[in-house]
């Protein structure tokens, strides 16, 4: 099963500890540059305020690419009150990636990057920043929000985004999948694994992954 939208009850989720691959978070800090490229959907919008509210300047150098997804308008509006030089409002991220390449593709030494809200937008953006050139030590991270996961089978390789429950049904071949914390930055997903290949059928009730 998989639910769309904000699921955690707050913005900040403190995550466990776990194997090496899974992805670690900070907190996004002010840096000096001459640009600043912000990448946020949902409540990652509230870090990037957090960002304007501790170096006042800092939104006159940045162009922000920003997707709702289902927060409604109050977000937009607060960005927008904080004055960056450009802000984009996406509504999915497959809509949003040519404006981010291109962006990229413009981009001259000393860009800083931040990237906040889900692990999906934040994997598939950090993939794009580094594939252009941008160095890790250039991308900061902050997770806000939903602990939805993006999931790749690993049996038939498809992707089903926004998954909140384990196990989950892979959105492309059916089957149920238990959720791993094995991370691919490559693929910028978490893989999931048959749950019941050794007797079909036996599947647990699926339960909210951090419940």
Do not use: W
């Not at 960005?79 to 291109?102: E, F, H, K, T, W």
């Amino acid at each position: 099963m998989t639910r769309k939208g904000a699921d955690a009850k707050m913005s900040k989720f403190q995550f466990p500890e776990s194997i090496a691959s899974r992805p670690v978070y900070g907190t996004l800090a002010p840096r000096p540059g001459k640009a600043h490229l912000m990448i946020a959907d949902a409540e990652g919008a509230e870090a990037l305020l957090d960002l304007a509210a501790q170096d006042a300047g800092l939104m006159a150098k940045a162009h922000i690419l920003y997707i709702p997804k289902g927060t409604g308008e109050t977000y937009v509006e607060k960005l927008r009150a904080a004055g960056p030089a450009q802000l984009y409002i996406g509504p999915s991220y497959a809509a949003s990636v040519q404006r981010l390449r291109r962006v990229l593709s413009d981009a001259h030494m000393g860009l800083q990057v931040y990237l906040a809200g889900t692990e999906g937008l934040m994997g598939q953006a950090m993939n794009e920043a580094v594939s252009a050139g941008i160095p890790h030590s250039a991308i900061q991270t902050e997770h806000r929000g939903s602990t939805a996961r993006r999931m790749q089978c690993v049996h038939c390789k498809g992707i089903t985004e926004d998954v909140t429950t384990d196990p989950f049904v892979c959105s492309h071949c059916g089957l149920n999948l238990f959720v791993r914390d094995h991370y691919s930055r490559r693929l910028a997903a978490f893989q999931g694994v048959c749950i019941d290949a050794e007797d079909p059928g036996n599947v647990p009730p699926a339960k909210e992954i951090y419940s």
